[in-house]
């Protein structure tokens, strides 16, 4: 079966520092992969998306990069964390062709 | 663009009883994916039930059903016999037929489930 992991769980950080938030999907190969970010009481929005190593697309433009070194690995970064970079960031996956995404634990990440 | 709207930001349903959750959304396209996810205290979100654009049959999947009504543009969500358990927000989100598969989701429903 596949399941998807995120860490760290939960990060307080100070304005300014880097970030660095991973995903990982095990039990699959080639999958799409989602960065969604939720601030608090309201809905997801889609940062990133991947449909391979190395191919990223952005959806929304601000602080954050993302990156895939590996097929099945995800990576959210940014070099200057800013406060309203606070919320809740989720990572979900979808096989290749199918629509039903399927979301990780997130992170939750306070930034003062 | 597309656009999910969910008018009710609260609600709350006495256990065993039945509630629907109401969702609206905006496209253009002809094709695509509409679903419910679930987000319970834990916050990680829940596939409940998914709906294609191109059945005219409503979805169901135990306890949830969906009211499906393309020319309204309007996907609702009914949970039968309310447990405990389905205290969650829930969210409404569509998707386009072609693309990365993208969500658009709608700022959610909080239900509460009354014992």
């Known amino acids: 079966s596949q399941t998807i992991h995120q860490w760290p769980a939960t990060l307080v950080q100070p304005v300014g520092s880097p970030l660095s938030l991973e995903c990982t999907v095990e039990?699959?190969?080639?999958?799409?992969l989602y960065w969604y970010r939720q601030a608090a009481g309201r809905g997801l929005q889609l940062l990133f998306y991947s449909v391979g190593i190395g191919q990223i697309s952005s959806e929304v433009p601000q602080n954050l990069s993302a990156s895939r070194p590996q097929d099945r690995q995800f990576i959210l970064s940014s070099k200057k964390l800013l406060l309203s970079d606070s919320g809740f960031y989720l990572c979900?996956?979808?096989?290749?062709?199918?629509?039903?995404?399927?979301f990780g634990p997130g992170t939750r990440l306070l930034v003062l | 663009a597309q656009t999910v709207t969910q008018s009710q930001p609260e609600m709350s349903v006495q256990e065993a009883e039945t509630v629907t959750l109401s969702c609206t959304y905006d496209?253009?396209?002809?094709?695509?994916?509409l679903f419910w996810y679930k987000q319970p205290p834990s916050r990680q979100m829940i596939l409940v039930i998914r709906?294609?654009?191109?059945?005219?049959q409503n979805a169901t999947e135990n306890r949830f059903s969906v009211n499906f009504q393309k020319a309204a543009k309007s996907f609702s969500l009914k949970i039968s016999d309310s447990q405990l358990g389905d205290t969650a927000m829930y969210f409404c989100a569509f998707m386009k037929h072609a693309g990365a598969n993208n969500l658009f989701f709608g700022t959610g429903t909080r239900l509460t489930v009354i014992p």
């Open positions: 709906q294609e654009a191109y059945k005219q």
């Open positions: 496209t253009s396209e002809n094709n695509y994916y």
């Open positions: 039990g699959t190969s080639n999958p799409n």
């Open positions: 979900a996956w979808t096989r290749t062709g199918t629509e039903t995404q399927y």
